[in-house]
């Protein structure tokens, strides 16, 4: 089946500094991927979905300009929380879209200090 | 706009009693569910979906869910609740043509032994 990764998946960081957050398609190429945020027992909130070689399409609310997304590869989206303060701090979840079924990383927690 | 409303938010059922969570959908056009589930700290794992056929669906680990146009609904069951099917459960939806998903609120399921 197939399967996503996601690197680092615990970090912690200082108050103003910038984490980046990897997600890969192990075993198939992926033209879109999706990130999520997920606070305790809440649901998914889709942040962006990430496109191969173009701009990633945000949600509203959803600041580009401190969540930045890169996928450069068909196996490989990034995400950049930028000056990260302590409200950032969450469960992020990324999925890659093969033939219209996501599959699902592992996800990251995020402890901003 | 297409959204899930799961009305329950922690179902508590015997162990080897019948298990099920409860989903209805709003979508335009043709919809594709899903249910995931997420234990702790974890991200979401694949249970069952629907796309087109038979209204029965059955998926990992015992579970089944039943597609109800009339009704909009996609309930999930499983005939014999274990404890380790204590999990946070997520229904989705999408549609035709669209690979963004729109997920419920989430339910807490809890199998007491």
């Known amino acids: 089946g197939a399967v996503v990764s996601q690197h680092p998946s615990r970090v912690i960081c200082k108050s103003g500094t910038s984490v980046k957050i990897e997600c890969r398609s192990l075993?198939?190429?992926?033209?879109?991927m999706f990130w999520y945020r997920q606070f305790p027992k809440q649901s998914l909130m889709l942040m962006a979905t990430?496109?191969?070689?173009?701009?990633?399409?945000?949600e509203q609310g959803v600041e580009k300009d401190k969540f930045l997304i890169n996928h450069a590869s068909l196996t490989l989206s990034t995400l950049t929380v930028t000056s990260a303060h302590p409200e950032d701090s969450s469960f992020y979840i990324c999925?890659?879209?093969?033939?219209?079924?996501?599959?699902f990383g592992p996800g990251t927690r995020l402890t901003v200090l | 706009a297409q959204s899930v409303a799961q009305p329950e938010d922690q179902v508590n059922v015997a162990e080897g009693n019948p298990l099920t969570v409860k989903c209805t959908y709003s979508?335009?056009?043709?919809?594709?569910l899903f249910w995931y589930v997420q234990y702790p700290n974890r991200g979401l794992q694949f249970l069952l979906k629907?796309?087109?056929?038979?209204?029965l669906v059955k998926g990992s680990y015992g579970f089944e869910a039943e597609f109800n146009k009339s009704q909009t609904s996609f309930h999930l069951k499983k005939p014999s609740a274990l404890v380790s099917d204590s999990a946070l459960y997520f229904c989705?939806?999408?549609?035709?043509?669209?690979?963004?998903?729109?997920f419920g609120k989430g339910n807490q399921v809890v199998v007491i032994p």
């Open positions: 075993d198939f190429q992926a033209t879109t």
């Open positions: 999925s890659a879209d093969d033939y219209n079924e996501q599959f």
């Open positions: 989705a939806v999408t549609r035709q043509g669209n690979n963004r998903l729109a």
């Open positions: 979508v335009s056009g043709n919809p594709y």
């Open positions: 629907y796309i087109t056929g038979d209204n």
């Open positions: 990430s496109n191969e070689g173009s701009k990633a399409t945000y």
